[in-house]
């Protein structure tokens, strides 16, 4: 099938059921805007504008400092019926973190990132099958005796439902992933990711390989990486203390109180691919040794709202270009269907 029209089948499949005006997925996010300092070598791998130190004759001769726009997001959706209607900020689900760098020619570059390393299928089209395989099952809950069972079977007992949760998405993703074994590594993760203490207390992933272009002509594939300085932390529901987060939003008042009382900062981290390592797959991971390369520190101190705004993916800049992965293709259409159905202010882009 062309990009566009599965792009438009997915959107479609996505939005079902869910609340007019909002994005089908990731749904609840809060924005923040700050800055982005390249590191002393990030120009030396590449020629994109965000990654130079200084800027080239013309502009101003002083560290370059990029200012960006952030929006941090929840992955579940806003369909009303699977439980997800609002945001579940302690329940184990991925989250978003969308990146737009302001660059000094008027233009932007946009890096989406979520906290998972690996995507669920290599393809749209497998992807359409998964996500209609992983709508919200109802929540089977199971007796002590059921999980000791799974225990002895070496199967990993159910959890159980969160107060107010009817429905869960794992069941028939788990289905899916018996019968597709490149669903299983991202299923697996996803189960089991957990609730971070804050949105600037996890770790981002862009997935994708993207080619970076060297000033003297090297293209690599590379894998971006959001490192939060803090370090990565989820919530503790053993701890009587955290408990009341799996009944209440806390995550976009957290970072107000946050960002109120001083800034939050990341790393961006490039990993660099080798021969034989999948640049069209992101369902595939590369080994963890893989060289990985400061680019920047990205410093976050006022909480905005972005939500109208539209990211694409495929908002690149000279030096910076896509792989062949065919997820990453039909996201460049599915994001821009997505801003037109829910009225969003459209991506620099889509006037092309
Ligand atoms: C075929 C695969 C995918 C499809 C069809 C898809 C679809 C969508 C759609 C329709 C939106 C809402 C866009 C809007 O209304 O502005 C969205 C948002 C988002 N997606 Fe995906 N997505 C896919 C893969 C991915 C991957 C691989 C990542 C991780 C790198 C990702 C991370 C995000 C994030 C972080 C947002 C929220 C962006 C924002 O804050 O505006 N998605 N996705």
């Avoid at 760098?101 to 906290?115: E, K, P, V, Y």
């Avoid at 919200?136 to 225990?151: A, S, Y």
Wanted: charged share 20%; aromatic share 10%.
């Amino acid at each position: 099938m062309p990009e566009p029209d599965i792009a438009d089948t997915l959107v479609a499949f996505l939005n079902a059921d869910g609340i007019p005006g909002k994005r089908p997925v990731h749904a609840w996010g809060i924005g923040a805007s700050g800055v982005f300092v390249p590191s002393p070598v990030a120009g030396s791998f590449c020629i994109a504008d965000h990654f130079q130190e200084k800027l080239p004759e013309g502009y101003p001769k002083k560290p370059q400092v990029v200012s960006v726009t952030v929006r941090f997001s929840n992955g579940s959706g806003s369909r009303q019926n699977d439980g997800a209607a609002g945001p579940h900020d302690g329940w184990s689900d991925v989250r978003g973190m969308a990146t737009r760098f302001h660059l000094g020619d008027g233009s932007a570059t946009d890096l989406i990132a979520m906290s998972l390393p690996e995507f669920f299928t290599p393809t749209p089209e497998t992807f359409l099958d998964f996500a209609r395989d992983a709508l919200p099952r109802p929540f089977r809950r199971e007796t002590p005796w059921q999980k000791l069972r799974d225990m002895l079977h070496l199967t990993l007992p159910l959890p159980d439902p969160y107060p107010g949760q009817v429905s869960r998405p794992d069941d028939g993703a788990m289905d899916y992933a018996d019968r597709n074994r490149s669903a299983q590594l991202a299923v697996f993760q996803a189960a089991s990711i957990g609730a971070p203490v804050s949105y600037v207390r996890a770790t981002y992933h862009a997935v994708h390989t993207f080619f970076v272009i060297a000033p003297d002509g090297t293209r690599r594939g590379v894998r971006f990486i959001w490192q939060p300085i803090a370090g990565a932390l989820n919530i503790d529901l053993r701890d009587p203390a955290q408990q009341d987060k799996v009944t209440r939003p806390y995550l976009q008042q957290e970072l107000r109180d946050r960002l109120a009382k001083g800034p939050a900062r990341f790393s961006l981290m490039m990993m660099i691919g080798e021969t034989g390592d999948d640049f069209d797959d992101s369902t595939r991971p590369w080994p963890p040794h893989r060289v990985r390369v400061m680019m920047g520190t990205l410093t976050l101190d006022t909480v905005i709202d972005c939500e109208h705004l539209s990211f694409n993916p495929l908002l690149l800049t000279r030096g910076i270009e896509p792989s062949g992965d065919p997820i990453l293709a039909v996201r460049e259409w599915a994001y821009q269907k997505s801003s037109q159905v829910r009225g969003g202010v459209p991506c620099p882009f889509s006037q092309r």
